[in-house]
């Protein structure tokens, strides 16, 4: 579906990405995981058309991305939701998910996406008309995704989706991730948050630096002695 051959992402002089490899496939969850600064944002950002690339190649569905503008990239089903979840705060939380289906492919669709998110979102649909700057970080989280959902999205890449959340707000969006993908949505999944991100992925992939470190299936690299040091703190 999603294939990734050795790419390299500079800014100016500095090398942020360096001969990166990762393959998603349909219906799969996959995690990336890593510090702050070990490019996994910046991958997200190539693969949405957000960045150039220096080198390498980025396909899906044998068609390559390289080069493509955001605008068509999401046009593919290729959605990000960003960290910080971007909102707008002085629009209501439905007009900020209606922002999602701004594309002619999901136009004619809005109002049956709409009640998709809410029922989903259950929470939503009773705060569809409040400012989206009035809700708790849990709330605005939902509503990041609910945007992206309104786009119809193919691959859903989350970059840390329960940043700066309470230790129970962070469980119930891991527990809607989940949801998503055993409805056979197929989700890249960056976070800091790598018990609960490996626990529910099938495959990671570990960044440092730039670098690809680690990749193996989830519940090997949750034994793995590299990871339980540095990331769970065993």
């Known amino acids: 579906m999603l294939s990734v051959e050795n790419l390299t992402v500079c800014y100016g002089q500095m090398k942020a990405l360096r001969d990166v490899s990762i393959e998603i496939s349909a219906g799969q969850m996959v995690a990336l995981i890593g510090a702050n600064g070990s490019g996994k944002t910046t991958l997200l950002n190539a693969i949405s058309g957000l960045v150039p690339i220096e080198e390498g190649k980025i396909t899906w569905e044998e068609q390559s991305l390289k080069g493509l503008p955001p605008d068509k990239v999401c046009s593919k089903g290729i959605i990000q939701v960003p960290e910080g979840r971007k909102l707008f705060p002085a629009m209501t939380v439905e007009e900020n998910l209606m922002m999602g289906a701004y594309h002619p492919n999901v136009r004619k669709q809005v109002q049956e996406s709409l009640q998709k998110v809410f029922s989903t979102f259950p929470r939503l649909a009773d705060r569809r008309r409040?400012?989206?700057?009035?809700?708790?970080?849990?709330?605005?989280?939902?509503?990041?995704?609910?945007?992206?959902?309104?786009?119809?999205?193919?691959?859903?890449?989350?970059?840390?989706?329960?940043?700066?959340?309470?230790?129970?707000?962070?469980?119930?969006?891991?527990?809607?991730?989940?949801?998503?993908?055993?409805?056979?949505m197929t989700i890249l999944l960056v976070s800091q948050e790598v018990m609960q991100t490996l626990a529910i992925t099938t495959y990671g992939y570990v960044l440092e630096n730039g670098d690809l470190v680690l990749q193996d299936d989830c519940k090997c690299l949750q034994e793995d002695p590299k990871v339980k040091t540095s990331y769970l703190g065993m």
């Open 130 to 184: 409040q400012f989206a700057g009035s809700l708790s970080g849990g709330e605005q989280q939902m509503v990041a995704l609910g945007r992206a959902l309104m786009a119809k999205p193919r691959l859903l890449m989350l970059d840390e989706p329960s940043l700066g959340l309470s230790p129970k707000a962070a469980a119930e969006i891991f527990d809607i991730i989940r949801g998503l993908n055993k409805e056979g």
